[in-house]
């Protein structure tokens, strides 16, 4: 069965990334398609880039990067969840992401961002980022706005055109991630 990791990708005290990633998780889980995980940045705490040598090479010095790898490599697509910081990703979720480079190749990636516009600019450089690392980003995505998704920029209540988004964008990753298996061979 195909296997999903919904990437929690904030790890900032009082962040509202786990919120939405439960939802997320809660969502999926009533799929019958694939299974879902969510993998939490918090449980897999990377220093700022540390190998010595560049990830393509896929030569891992250090054992927090071999576990990082373990986890990563197990997934055959992933849903991440950003906030927009300073209009882009976090600096955890970036550095996340430059740690490995093969495991991510080949596979798919949605994104469900939120922020006061949504987070939409931090996708847009989420796909940039994807584009190198060889992992193919679904057209579809979800955009929770702090405004109309939250009550009182707190609690997560999205509107139902966000379960419409959601379904759309698990539909083409998980289409995605089974086409793009015949490459992972």
Same mark, same amino acid.
């Given at each position: 069965m195909t296997e999903i990791a919904i990437v929690v990708g904030s790890v900032r005290p +009082?962040?509202? @990334?786990?919120q939405v990633a439960d939802w997320v998780h809660a969502e999926a889980a009533k799929r019958a398609d694939?299974?879902?995980? $969510?993998?939490?940045?918090?449980?897999?705490?990377?220093? !700022? %880039?540390?190998?010595? $040598?560049?990830?393509s090479a896929g030569q891992y010095a250090n054992e927090h990067t071999k576990a990082w790898s373990a986890k990563i490599a197990s997934y055959? +697509?992933?849903?991440?969840?950003t906030p927009e910081y300073n209009h882009s990703t976090t600096g955890v979720l970036k550095n996340a992401l430059d740690f490995l480079y093969a495991e991510w190749n080949n596979k798919a990636a949605g994104f469900v961002s939120?922020?006061?516009?949504? +987070?939409?600019?931090a996708v847009e450089h989420l796909r940039l $980022?994807?584009?190198? %690392?060889?992992?193919?980003?679904v057209r579809s995505q979800v955009a929770l706005s702090f405004y109309?998704?939250?009550?009182?920029?707190?609690? %997560?209540?999205? +509107?139902? !055109?966000?379960?419409d988004a959601l379904t759309a964008?698990?539909?083409?990753?998980?289409?995605? @991630?089974?086409?793009?298996?015949?490459?992972?061979k």
């Open positions: +009082g962040r509202y @990334s786990r694939a299974k879902f995980e $969510i993998v939490d940045l918090a449980d897999y705490p990377l220093p !700022h %880039l540390d190998e010595p $040598i560049p990830a055959d +697509g992933y849903v991440f969840v939120y922020g006061v516009v949504g +987070g939409a600019r $980022i994807a584009a190198e %690392l060889q992992l193919a980003t109309t998704d939250f009550e009182q920029f707190t609690t %997560l209540a999205p +509107g139902a !055109h966000q379960f964008t698990l539909d083409q990753l998980v289409a995605w @991630s089974d086409a793009l298996a015949v490459l992972r």
